[in-house]
């Protein structure tokens, strides 16, 4: 049987590996992929949230976090990958390491 302590496992789970993935990878488009498991870890515990409290009055709200945050996420997903594109073609590499001479 599902409960919220399942869901909630799950999303600590894909947030956890998210984080994981940002920290230890040096690939841009691994870190653009972790970001978007922590986002969908966040996801699913708003959903949770509101599943399993129906009768609140901010049971909506979990919904409405869940759209607002799947928008974020494609608009992320959109201008990051524009980013590694015109890097890669410039630089022909995606390591984050040389992406610290944007600061200069």
């Known amino acids: 049987m599902l409960t919220l302590h399942n869901c909630l496992l799950l999303a600590a789970l894909l947030f956890v590996t998210g984080v994981f993935g940002v ?21 699913i515990a708003f959903v949770s949230f509101a599943r399993f409290y129906p009768g609140s009055s901010l049971a909506p709200a979990g919904h409405v976090f869940v759209l607002l945050t799947m928008a974020v996420a494609a608009a992320e997903a959109a201008v990051g990958l524009a980013i590694v594109m015109a890097w890669f073609r410039n630089r022909k590499s995606v390591d984050t390491d040389d992406m610290r001479t944007l600061r200069w």
């Open 23 to 43: 920290v230890a990878r040096r690939n841009v488009l691994i870190v653009l992929m972790s970001v978007e498991l922590m986002l969908n870890g966040a996801n």
